[in-house]
């Protein structure tokens, strides 16, 4: 295995738009210290942070890339639209004040972080919402306001929906993606659809680390059960997201220069689905809808 490190690694967007392979999520760091886990992150070599308008910390983001020391052109920032967000005016303002708040020129990447509202998640369609939503940031991007555009939580019918009308089709589609919890059907629809799948929670929030299973394969190939369930993540062809604002586990998750075999990855990929996320199931992507 070549001594490759996973921060030289990209994907290739739709629109020849390239995205750093690892990116560090976000959510749950408070907006007063995540300019500091930004800067640690970038220190240590990461060059892709993702964010949303949800987070409350778009401020503290945008401060650690004006901060960190590297050319902005070399950062690759994510942020999404509030998932209450479906109609095309208050699109347009939320994309402005996002830009505003980060203090930026221009986003790399911006989501629809949802389908539907939280309170309603998998509920009604909102099909005409997010044609709405869609339509603005694709205004935002041929404006080079945004360098792409993408959405987050969909399931198939929900991106017909936005591939039926749209003059920009959507490069990216962040999905709840984990050991336990691979949507096998649905990163292949958008894979042949040449979206890129993003894995949010690729640890699944913690959850995973209870797994005996999992543990002894981690310890087969000499890594962590996070080192792991990163790499299974990748050798999907998606990109995984996971969070911390600790130096010591940004360092560790991106130590994962090593290969699953393919026997193990069917096994991963069959792994009985958690059935309780803990704390977090209060939280609609959690709840198994």
Known sequence: MDNMNIFDEVY???????????GLGTWFIPDDQVAQAVCDAVKIGYRHI???Q???????????IRT???????????????????????????????????????????????????????????????RE???????????????????????QEDIENILSSCTVKPMVNQLLVHVSNTPSDLIEYCQKNDILVEAYSPIAH???????????????????????CI??????????LPKTANPQHMEENAAVNFMISDEDMETLKNMKPIENYGEFSVFPVFSGK
């Open 68 to 130: 960190c020391g590297i050319p902005r052109s070399e950062l690759f920032v994510t942020t999404k639209l509030a998932a209450e967000i479906k109609s095309y005016d208050e699109a347009v303002k939320a994309i402005d004040e996002s830009i505003q708040k980060m203090g930026l020129d221009y986003i790399d990447l911006m989501l629809i972080h949802s389908p539907q509202p939280w309170d309603d998640f998998r509920g009604d369609d909102y099909f005409e919402g997010n």
């Open 231 to 240: 790499r299974y993540t990748l050798q999907l062809n998606t990109l995984p």
């Open 133 to 155: 939503a869609w339509r603005a940031l694709e205004d935002a991007y041929k404006a080079s306001k945004l360098r792409s555009i993408g959405i987050s939580n969909f399931k």
């Open 12 to 22: 290739t967007l739709s629109n020849e738009v390239k995205i750093p392979k690892l």
């Open 54 to 64: 949800a987070y409350g910390n778009e401020h503290g983001v945008g401060e650690g």
């Open 50 to 52: 993702d964010t949303a």
């Open 206 to 228: 913690g959850e995973i680390l209870k797994n005996p299973e999992v543990a002894s394969m981690a310890e087969k190939y000499h890594v962590t059960v996070p080192q792991l």
